[in-house]
């Protein structure tokens, strides 16, 4: 098994910045990809970025130019630092990652989710 756990969240003034982190630890082969995503109320979850072992990153329309993901693969951690905070961007984070646990076997691992709250 992997576990994922998260790091950081809590409130901020709109305009403000948050930064994230997830450590993956277990019965870990190798990572194919680490992510974040979230999940608003009354909204289904929704991709937030991502970053591939190579560190291809993917991000949201939403939040392209203001958050930046990246990847630690010595320490199997994952980063997301939000900037030009927005209420809308309200939401548990969650993050996320896709492992081998051995050469052949693979499976998408969830963190339990760290909350968000852009508010003044």
């Known amino acids: 098994q992997v576990q994922l756990v998260e790091s950081g969240g809590g409130l901020v003034q709109p305009g403000g910045s948050l930064g994230l982190s997830c450590a993956a630890s277990?019965?870990?082969?190798?990572?194919?990809?680490m992510g974040w995503y979230r999940q608003a109320p009354g909204k289904q979850r929704e991709l937030v970025a991502t970053?591939?072992?190579?560190?291809?990153?993917n991000y949201a329309d939403s939040v392209k130019g203001r958050f930046t993901i990246s990847r630690d693969n010595a320490m199997n951690t994952v980063y997301l630092q939000m900037n030009s905070l927005k209420p809308e961007d309200t939401a548990i984070y969650y993050c996320?990652?896709?492992?081998?646990?051995?050469?052949?076997?693979?499976?998408?691992?969830w963190g339990q989710g760290t909350r968000v709250t852009v508010s003044s």
């Open positions: 277990g019965s870990i082969f190798s990572i194919v990809a």
């Open positions: 970053i591939n072992s190579g560190g291809s990153t």
């Open positions: 996320n990652t896709r492992a081998y646990t051995d050469y052949r076997n693979w499976d998408d691992y």
